[in-house]
Nanobody, 117 residues
């Protein structure tokens, strides 16, 4: 059973930074695309950033230049480094991973990021 566990969310002041991590188990899972979505209160879930197994990245326009996605294939872990955070970045952030051979998307339960003074 594939499980994704996010960590690193919390409360941060505007202009601050946070690093989210998402670990995928079991270790035998082989992921293709991995990434992060977010959902703010009253809004639809939106793609924040994605990264392919080969390292190609894609970002939402709203986070370009502020967020950096990376992954460690050996550890089945994807990261999201968030800098220059704004109140509008407040949301629940969800990690996803697409099975390399199945094409099935798996999701974490989400981690809350709150940007507020």
């Amino acid at each position: 059973q594939v499980q994704l566990v996010e960590s690193g969310g919390g409360l941060v002041q505007p202009g601050g930074s946070l690093r989210l991590s998402c670990s995928v188990s079991p270790s035998t899972f082989s992921g293709n695309a991995m990434g992060w979505y977010r959902q703010a209160p009253g809004k639809e879930r939106e793609l924040v950033a994605a990264i392919t197994r080969g390292g190609s990245t894609n970002y939402a326009d709203s986070v370009k230049g502020r967020f950096t996605i990376s992954r460690d294939n050996a550890k089945n872990t994807v990261y999201l480094q968030m800098s220059s955070l704004k109140p509008e970045d407040t949301a629940v952030y969800y990690c996803y991973a697409r099975g390399r051979f199945t094409g099935v998307d798996y999701w974490g339960k989400g981690t809350l990021v709150t940007v507020s003074s």
